[in-house]
Nanobody, 125 residues
Framework: QVWLVESGGGLVQPGGSLRLSCAAS????????MGWFRQGPGKEREFVAA????????YYGTAVRGRFNISSDNSKNTVYLQANSLKPEDTAVYYC??????????????????WGQGTQVTVSS
């Protein structure tokens, strides 16, 4: 059985930073592309970032490019999302996902096979 468990969310002031983690089990980590999506109140799920270890490539959504950084630690089966310069509009539940579809498909939620339960990020003063 595959498990993806996110952690690291919380309340942060505008301009602050958070580091989200997603620990994976039950899958061969380095054969999957790991991604982060988010869903704000009343909004659709939005692509944030993806890390394709096999392709040696990372992808970012336009709203977070230059502020967020995705990385993976294969020895720990964990993917991280370093979120910097946070804005109130970054407030959302952040979800970790796993897919075997690379390239442009890694930014589309419908191609993800597995999802975590989500972690809340609130950016507010």
């Amino acid at each position: 059985q595959v498990w993806l468990v996110e952690s690291g969310g919380g309340l942060v002031q505008p301009g602050g930073s958070l580091r989200l983690s997603c620990a994976a089990s039950g899958l061969t980590f380095n054969t999957y592309i790991m991604g982060w999506f988010r869903q704000g109140p009343g909004k659709e799920r939005e692509f944030v970032a993806a890390d394709s270890v096999s392709e040696g490539t990372t992808y970012y959504g336009t709203a977070v490019r230059g502020r967020f950084n995705i990385s993976s630690d294969n020895s720990k089966n964990t993917v991280y999302l370093q979120a910097n310069s946070l804005k109130p509009e970054d407030t959302a539940v952040y979800y970790c996902g796993a897919t075997r579809y690379g390239g442009r498909y890694s930014s589309e939620a419908q191609f993800y096979e597995y999802w975590g339960q989500g972690t809340q990020v609130t950016v507010s003063s």
